[in-house]
């Protein structure tokens, strides 16, 4: 055995030991151990416990490196690096750093705690890719972020998702929310899409895109909401509720509801007289119905009168149409020669058509026409300007028959406070 003292051997330099062992404490049962060409074994305490190669240290059953603060700026290699939740199928650890052992690793390290990285920067994220170093997650304010060529484009952080911004004051961040900024975008900010769809109007959205967000006008806001659809349903809107409100005052709360204020300093106020809050149109340059602040309707009024029909007698077919239980006959309901057709040709009421089957309710009860309030308006103004010829005509007739009558009219009528007939 060779000795190791103060003063060791000259010769010991180049011994060759030639595949013997080389007995490193007294019990002879801790050795270093060259007896395979390129390979060097420790044995300690009579257990095979590492083993070198070129450029590798093993770690051999039941061996183990101990955990040690990694000092070296980098690690090569030409294998894979991964991270996963796999068990050691020795020490029965779950979670691993491991490679495919092109990093000269051939088990899995695994790690009882935590890993730490550096928080990076947008220039430099903590974690990217090796051929785009600019683009990556780096940590900052309590918040994850992610990066592209060195700009922020989202961030996590609690319970909260920005889009190219970084905080909302209005969003709580323990309860959760997402902020999305457009920048100086004028096109959609949220599309839905689903491939069912193919709707074919691209001069507005994709063929597939069935709901979009964007902007009403480009530099001053607000917000249009489109649907598309290849059917005839393009946009529902439904409001589910566990009760209902009836109150019929200006008190008064419904399920669905549209809202209008006007700016008043930072704050929102009333929109003040005569403010249009409501618009309903069929194309987007022509209003064809409108609510304003004080609760009046104005609507197109271009469609035809109805002086081709008497009007009187009109309105009172409507009645029996609309309420058949609730009219009294009369000896004037002799002389009415308008019928249900009538009022559908007119457009006062709807036409249902049983063989339609979208005019049958989702239980398979046929659906009732509905009223068009603003024909029977019409039909209304209409039966009062034509009583009003009839009767001046009737006066004319009564004051050939007897002179002074209109005038005798006239006084009733000052005395009941109505405006008298013109002479």
């Not at 592209?148 to 323990?174: G, V």
């Amino acid at each position: 055995m060779p000795y190791f003292g103060a003063s060791p051997s000259s010769t010991l330099a180049s011994a060759d030991l030639n595949g013997q062992a080389l007995i490193l404490d007294a019990d002879a049962d801790t050795t270093i151990t060259a007896d395979t060409d390129d390979q060097i074994d420790i044995r300690i305490a009579g257990a095979d416990d590492f083993r070198f190669t070129a450029n590798t240290l093993t770690a051999l059953s039941g061996s183990t490196i101990a955990a040690q603060a990694l000092t070296a700026t980098t690690l090569t290699g030409s294998g894979v690096l991964s991270i996963d939740d796999t068990t050691d199928s020795t020490s029965g650890t779950s979670g691993s750093i491991h490679t495919d052992g092109g990093l000269g690793v051939a088990k899995d390290i695994y790690v009882g705690s935590q890993i730490t990285i550096q928080n990076g920067s947008a220039g430099a994220p903590s974690i990217n890719l090796a051929g785009d170093t600019d683009t990556g997650l780096y940590w900052t304010s309590q918040a994850l972020a992610y990066v592209t060529d060195t700009t922020e484009r989202a961030r996590f952080a609690a319970s909260n998702l920005y889009l190219a911004d970084t905080a909302n004051a209005n969003m709580t961040a323990a309860n959760g929310g997402i902020t999305i900024n457009q920048t100086d975008a004028d096109n959609e900010i949220l599309a839905l899409k689903s491939s069912d769809v193919a709707h074919g109007m691209t001069d507005e959205t994709e063929t597939d895109t069935f709901g979009l967000m964007e902007k009403e006008g480009a530099a001053g806001g607000g917000l249009r909401i489109q649907g598309a659809t290849e059917g005839t349903v393009g946009m529902q809107l439904a409001a589910n509720v566990v009760s209902v409100n009836t109150t019929k005052t200006s008190s008064g709360r419904a399920s669905n509801e549209i809202r209008t204020y006007k700016k008043s300093g930072t704050a929102v106020g009333n929109t003040g007289a005569n403010a249009n809050m409501l618009l309903v149109s069929a194309d987007g340059d022509v209003a064809g119905f409108i609510v304003d602040s004080d609760g009046d309707v104005f609507i197109d009024g271009s469609q035809s009168a109805f002086d081709e029909y008497d009007d009187g007698m009109m309105l009172r077919t409507f009645m029996q149409e609309q309420t058949p239980k609730g009219i009294i006959k009369t000896e004037f309901d002799k002389w009415v020669k308008y019928n249900k057709k009538s009022l559908e040709e007119s457009g006062i009421i709807g036409t249902i058509d049983p063989d339609n089957p979208d005019h049958y309710h989702k239980d398979g009860t046929l659906s009732r026409p509905l009223v068009c309030m603003t024909q029977l308006q019409r039909l209304e103004v209409g039966a009062i300007v034509q009583q009003r010829a009839m009767f001046e005509t009737l006066k004319s007739v009564v004051e050939e028959m007897l002179p002074g009558f209109a005038d005798k009219l006239n006084e009733r009528l000052e005395e009941q406070h109505l405006p008298a007939l013109p002479a």
